[in-house]
């Protein structure tokens, strides 16, 4: 069974701190998607990794894929407080969809 | 301009009622998709479809059905329900083709509530 394991679940960072959220995921796939979430409200795609070393970075954020190691990574550079909300990866490894728990981000001043 | 729409926004019913969320999408897309998001913030899929094949968690009870009248909207019938359905049902949709979930946009969410 596919199972995609993020952590940490929660994180309460200081403004202008750097951190990185982790993805792990228990099956072969080479498509990676970082979801943004904000407390009661919708998911708005952040990332869309589609091969092995694919990078991609907005603003503070950066993602990153490594297939062969089967983890992706989302760092957060010099944070700020409109960064606060949940972070959500997911896994398609075919015919499958598969979210990480989310990993709730404080961004305090 | 809504990419992606969901009636209702709340729905609070009593148990063994059915009900019905409708979901639209204008971006042209061709799958839509049902997810249930529960009180944890743990998101499941639900189905996936598109005009050619529906997709199905095993693990949804049968009490849920998705109905397509077209391929701009997938709706979500649920029978008899449960408190257990309680939760905030997301309806997404995302281009189509060889197997693959591809880049998902997501709609604003039912909260549903059962008594």
């Known amino acids: 069974e596919l199972k995609v394991e993020q952590n940490p679940l929660f994180l309460s960072m200081q403004e202008g701190k750097n951190y990185t959220i982790y993805c792990n995921y228990s099956?072969?796939?080479?498509?990676l998607y970082w979801y943004r979430q904000d407390p009661g409200k919708s998911l708005e795609s952040l990332f869309v990794?589609?091969?092995?070393?694919a990078v991609k970075q907005e603003g503070r954020l950066m993602a990153s894929l490594d297939t062969k190691a089967r983890l992706s990574t989302l760092h957060i550079t010099a944070a700020v407080h409109d960064l606060s909300a949940t972070y959500f990866c997911?896994?398609?490894?075919?015919?499958?969809?598969?979210f990480g728990a989310g990993t709730r981000l404080t961004v305090k001043p | 301009d809504t990419a992606v729409s969901q009636t209702p926004k709340y729905l609070v019913t009593q148990m063994g009622n059915d009900k019905s969320i409708k979901c639209e999408q204008n971006?042209?897309?061709?799958?839509m998709y049902w997810y249930k998001q529960d009180s944890k913030k743990f998101l499941k899929i639900m189905f996936s479809?598109?005009?050619?094949?529906?997709?199905i968690n095993e693990t949804v009870p049968n009490r849920f059905s998705p109905k397509s009248p077209d391929k701009a909207h997938l709706n979500l019938h649920i029978n008899s329900l449960e408190l257990g359905d309680s939760a905030v049902y997301f309806c997404?949709?995302?281009?189509?083709?060889?197997?693959?979930?591809?880049?998902?946009?997501f709609g604003p969410g039912t909260r549903l509530t059962v008594l």
């Open positions: 997404a949709s995302s281009l189509a083709g060889g197997g693959r979930f591809h880049e998902q946009f």
């Open positions: 099956t072969t796939s080479d498509r």
């Open positions: 990794l589609l091969s092995n070393g």
């Open positions: 997911a896994v398609d490894p075919g015919n499958d969809m598969r």
């Open positions: 971006l042209g897309h061709d799958t």
């Open positions: 479809y598109n005009n050619k094949e529906l997709i």
